[in-house]
């Protein structure tokens, strides 16, 4: 196959029509400033506020719940640390989390960690799931904080959020979900999901990069990450960045418009994908198979290494991943591979195929046809298949 088949789209997606046609206006000739009072300036700020509230009703919030930001990052860093010190001022200092979260999570509360919070990291299931029984039991008199992701970034899990959120709602707990995953890909509604702040990226829904938002329940207190101006009603600082908020806006009301249609392909791309790959002899699914997003396949090979399968397939023009593009430079097993269970050397083994609705079946049959090649080839020079395949040591999978 000549063209290049692009299934890397939990790292990022290719931007809409409809996101580009948004966007072009505010890089041309509306390029005001909203918080300018001339008729430039209040044209971007009606602009600014009409795709507040056309994101705020696609989610189930009210435009004043919507705070825009540079992103899921920027957004998961301004939910967990204005939670953890609304809950440090009465006495709160305890935060529970699961140990697959995305490193945004993660790092955010290591460093909370070293102020003196405590977070307790549950451990998932061998199919990436938790329970909101085990959120619950985790749940202490001073714990001011429950943040869990809506759909893992690696393994594709989803999980029961909306029981999570009961549970927390139901102790009075603040209830934070990365949902970059998620939105635009599967039905969100924060008001059903008992979700009291929610982190969105745009450039996972065939947005732009460099944009994303921040839904917090207006009863929840929401502190400045962001120093300076007075946008975004003194809760994050700096001139907005209308192009990149309009194209969000036009690309989540696609996404939204054809989340029915669009489910119902990726999902049959990657369950056939899915039974292709698993027909290769010491392979494995990572994750639920039910519970999963449409367009996620997360596999591991044993005997290979993650980095030597990537850069085969991409020199056949398949672009895919072995996990997440924020850790894509690190030599180590993916953190989220070994909390559900996996050896290191299994885990080192692993490639993620994530879809979007423009890939076609005709590129599935191609991903089918060349993994096992390449796979077999990599076994065919590795020592440590050799090993295994001599029975030297025991075969993991």
Known sequence: MVNTVYVDNAATTAMSEEAIAAMMPYLRGNYGNPSSLHTVGQNAKEALEEARAEIAALIGAEPKEIYFTSGGSEADNQAIRSAAYTGLAKGKKHIITTAFEHHAVLHTL???????????????????????????????????????????????????????????????????????????HIPVNVADDNIDMLSVSAHKFHGPKGVGFLYCKKTVPLRNLIEGGAQERNRRAGTENIAGICAMAAALKGAVSRLGE????????????????????????????????????????????????????????????????????????????????????????????????????????????????????????????????????????
Not at 150 to 157: F, L, M, S
Not at 300 to 320: M, Q, V
């Open 262 to 397: 669009n489910m119902a392909k990726e999902a049959a791309l990657r369950d056939k994908l899915i039974d292709g790959l698993t027909k290769i002899e010491h392979s494995k699914l990572n994750g639920s198979r039910e519970k999963r997003l449409p367009g996620n396949v997360s596999m591991c090979f044993e005997g290979i290494e993650g980095e030597s399968l990537l850069l085969l397939l991409d020199a056949k023009g398949i672009c895919a991943s072995s996990g997440s593009a924020c850790t894509s430079g690190s030599l180590d097993p993916s953190h989220v591979l070994l909390a559900l269970g996996l050896p290191h050397e299994v885990a080192h083994g692993s490639l993620r195929l994530s879809l979007s609705e423009y890939n076609t079946e005709e590129e599935i049959d191609y991903i089918i046809a060349e993994v096992p090649k390449v796979v077999e080839y990599l076994r065919s020079i590795s020592p440590v298949w050799e090993e295994l395949e001599k029975g030297e040591r025991p075969h993991l999978i």
């Open 110 to 184: 290591k460093k909370l960690e070293k102020e003196g919070f405590e977070v307790t990291y549950l451990d998932v299931h061998s199919d990436g799931l938790i329970t909101a029984g085990e959120v619950e039991a985790a749940i202490r008199p001073d714990t001011a904080l429950v943040t869990i992701m809506y759909a893992n970034n690696e393994v594709g899990t989803i999980e029961p959020i909306r029981e999570i959120g009961a549970v927390c709602r139901a102790h009075k707990v603040t209830f934070h979900c990365d949902a970059v995953q998620a939105v635009g």
